[in-house]
């Protein structure tokens, strides 16, 4: 798994970033090698034709991408997001599909209506009179991948309860699906992240996953951990681009009247130093929060909480501090540092964003129900 994920990166992922990051173009490259590697069945099951590893690998893998691509591993996260959901619930074809590498998915979840609170979703599912198919209607206001996938791991009120939540596979070509305005974003610029609009959208009752009203339990019991974690790696990952960058030019770049490079100033290596210990620091959250998921501490909630929050803040420090040491060759587009400095811009405001983590530790650490 690591040599040809290793030969992907070197050979698909890594020549074509600048592209993607310039034109704004969903990483299709890297999207079909990824898949004839086996790695979009990274997770899926053995049996069903996968390579059965679990999020730990995951983990490792989104960070390698993102360290190269912050789009494309940004589309691999929302990809393994989906696809744990589809492994404990979906049906067994669209699962062998994943493990073939045949199938990319993601998630569908934020919304007009409630915005960050991906929880709590405000669009409509219901029963077709005479029929078992069932009726979506939805305005999502972003989604990774959109218009991009073979299906959608899709939020809803439930049928019986509008203040309950259901989940549902959607196809990605369902009639009715629209995307009324292409993504051109400031940072992870080709990760399509565009708003999808659902009128009428017909899916059959099998097409549920899990339970009716049984969304927020998957939402908070198997989505929210692997989000956190592999969206936490992906920032990891362009931490570490940015530090590993801004030490190799500060290393050659030299000033001849002087007769010593950037990095013989102190100052210099001092910022270095700060950018290695943040994003050292936040590989240590991320690391802890796996074991504690699979040695399922006490802490365990409080972790998953805190490592996004902490990767978000960490990278949007360490890509700061990387433009201020490289100075202007960082505005450089070929430098790479001022596309890693606007992609880690998305951690903070990525749903459940900065803000209402720092809520939600909070009140776990007070001892307090979170969403009460």
Not at 85 to 95: D, F, L
Not at 215 to 242: R, W, Y
Request: aromatic content about 6%; overall charge neutral; some cysteine.
């Amino acid at each position: 798994m690591m040599d040809a994920l290793a030969r992907i990166i070197s050979e698909t992922i890594e020549p074509n970033a600048l592209a993607v990051d310039r034109d704004g173009t969903f990483p299709h490259a890297a999207i079909e090698a990824l898949g004839r590697a086996g790695l979009l069945g990274l997770i899926s099951a053995k049996g069903a034709g996968g390579m059965g590893e679990g999020l730990r690998a995951a983990a490792w893998a989104v960070e390698r991408v993102g360290e190269a691509c912050g789009s494309t591993g940004m589309v691999l996260c929302m990809h393994y997001c989906a696809a744990a959901v589809i492994e404990q619930h979906g049906p067994w074809a669209t699962r062998q599909e994943i493990a073939a590498g045949r199938h990319l998915s993601t998630l569908a979840f934020s919304e007009v209506g409630s915005r960050s609170h991906f929880w709590a979703p405000v669009s409509t599912a219901k029963l077709v009179d005479g029929s078992d198919s069932i009726r979506l209607d939805a305005d999502k206001s972003w989604a990774t991948s959109a218009g991009q996938v073979d299906s959608y791991v899709w939020s809803s009120r439930s049928l019986a309860s509008p203040t309950k939540s259901t989940l549902w596979l959607v196809p990605g070509k369902a009639p009715g699906l629209t995307y009324p305005a292409p993504f051109d974003g400031l940072g992870l610029r080709g990760n399509s992240s565009s708003p999808i609009q659902a009128r009428n959208v017909l899916v059959p009752r099998t097409a549920m996953l899990g339970p009716d009203g049984g969304g927020f339990d998957i939402m908070m019991g198997n989505v929210l951990p692997h989000f956190q974690v592999l969206s936490s790696s992906c920032f990891l990952g362009i931490m570490d681009a940015a530090t590993k960058k801004a030490a190799a030019h500060v290393a050659k770049t030299r000033l001849s009247h002087l007769s010593q490079s950037l990095a013989d100033l102190a100052t210099i290596r001092a910022y270095l130093a700060r950018m290695r210990l943040k994003t050292d620091m936040v590989r240590g959250l991320l690391r802890d929060t796996l074991d504690a998921m699979e040695e399922g501490r006490e802490d365990t909630q409080l972790r998953v909480l805190e490592v996004k929050a902490g990767a978000a803040e960490m990278a949007t420090e360490v890509t700061e501090l990387a433009m201020r040491v490289c100075g202007g060759a960082a505005f450089r587009k070929e430098a790479g540092l001022e596309r890693h400095f606007r992609d880690a811009r998305a951690a903070s405001v990525m749903s459940p964003t900065t803000d209402l983590l720092y809520d939600f530790i909070g009140k776990a650490a007070a001892g307090m129900p979170l969403f009460e």
